[in-house]
Every structure is written in structure tokens, then in C-alpha cells.
């Protein structure tokens, strides 16, 4: 397993920004798909995005599609999230994922401790 650090949480106006990044330590990183997860107060957690093991693919859920972009860095063991268009909907813990087997929904064996995004009306 790897461990994950992620960062880049906070609050934002409704049309704002924000990018988020996933540290990890451990080999294994660069070999599965790595994606994100949120959780919104009283919800259960749902998928957002996931990116393949050679960022040659993405895959996104419909609520965030066209606005949210995953990307990789394996040279640096970093996944990030790039959020455009923000809307309070997306209000949500944050959590990254690793360790991820399948395609194109993987089931993760890692998870990091989250980040608050928080998107103001």
C-alpha cells in the first residue's frame, strides 16, 4: 500500500477554482490507477474521477464531466485535481485514491485522510 497526502482544500466562491494534489510514498504508485472520491455531509462517498496507471486515460462522473480534470505525475508519485466552475454541490471531503485495479472503475487499496472543499453560493 501507499501512503497518501492530499492538499488544496478550501473555500471558493460558486464559479471559482481549485486544485488539489495527492502526494504518495511507495513503490507501487506509478504501476495502478489512482482516483478521487468526496463525501458530502449526510451522503455517502462517490466516485469522481480516476486516471490510469500511465495517465492514458481518465474516467469522470456525470456531475463533474467538462468541469473537473485528473492528471498525474509519476516522476513526482502526485495525482491532481483540477476543479473549474465550482458549484455548492460540490461541497464535499475530498479523498484520494491508489492502488486502483480495473478499468475503467478500479477498486482502490489505498486511501489518504481527505481534504474539505467548501463552495460558497
Known amino acids: 500500500q501507499v501512503q497518501l497526502v492530499e492538499s488544496g482544500g478550501g473555500l471558493v466562491q460558486a464559479g471559482g477554482s481549485l486544485r488539489l494534489s495527492c502526494a504518495a510514498s511507495g513503490r507501487t504508485f506509478s504501476f495502478y490507477a489512482v482516483g478521487w472520491f468526496r463525501q458530502a455531509p449526510g451522503k455517502e462517498r462517490e466516485f469522481v474521477a480516476a486516471i490510469s496507471w500511465n495517465g492514458g486515460s481518465a474516467y469522470y462522473a456525470d456531475a463533474v464531466k467538462g468541469r473537473f480534470t485528473i492528471s498525474r505525475d509519476n516522476a513526482k508519485n502526485t495525482v491532481y485535481l483540477q476543479m473549474n466552475s465550482l458549484k455548492p454541490d460540490d461541497t464535499a471531503v475530498y479523498y484520494c485514491?491508489?492502488?486502483?485495479?480495473?478499468?475503467?472503475?478500479?477498486?482502490?487499496?489505498?486511501w489518504g485522510q481527505g481534504t474539505q472543499v467548501t463552495v460558497s453560493s
Open positions: 485514491a491508489a492502488d486502483g485495479v480495473g478499468w475503467p472503475k478500479p477498486l482502490f487499496g489505498s
